[in-house]
């Protein structure tokens, strides 16, 4: 069964959506896409539009089961 999208409990900073679940579903460093995720709100002028959809994936997407 292929990559489920899931908040991480071990691997965040504010609520786990960049850290575990899109690093992890994404094979990439959660740091780098912290990075990213901080570098396009500030040349946007911190643009609404991604600080809502971080707040929404936060709710939407699902914590990680413990296993």
Same mark, same amino acid.
């Given at each position: 069964?292929? #990559? #489920? =999208?899931? +908040?991480?409990?071990?691997? #965040?900073?504010?609520?786990? %959506?960049?850290?575990?679940? %899109? ?8 740091? *780098? =896409? +912290?990075?990213?995720? %901080? *570098?396009?709100?500030? $040349?946007?002028?911190? $643009? /609404? /539009? =991604? $600080? %809502? =959809?971080? *707040?929404?994936?936060? *709710?939407?997407? /699902? +914590? +990680? &089961?413990? &296993?």
């Amino acid at each position: 069964m292929g #990559k #489920k =999208l899931y +908040r991480s409990d071990h691997d #965040k900073m504010l609520a786990g %959506v960049l850290g575990g679940g %899109v690093a992890e579903l994404t094979d990439l460093d959660a740091t *780098i =896409l +912290r990075i990213i995720y %901080v *570098i396009l709100t500030i $040349f946007t002028a911190g $643009f /609404p /539009p =991604l $600080f %809502v =959809l971080y *707040i929404a994936s936060a *709710i939407i997407i /699902p +914590r +990680r &089961e413990a &296993e």
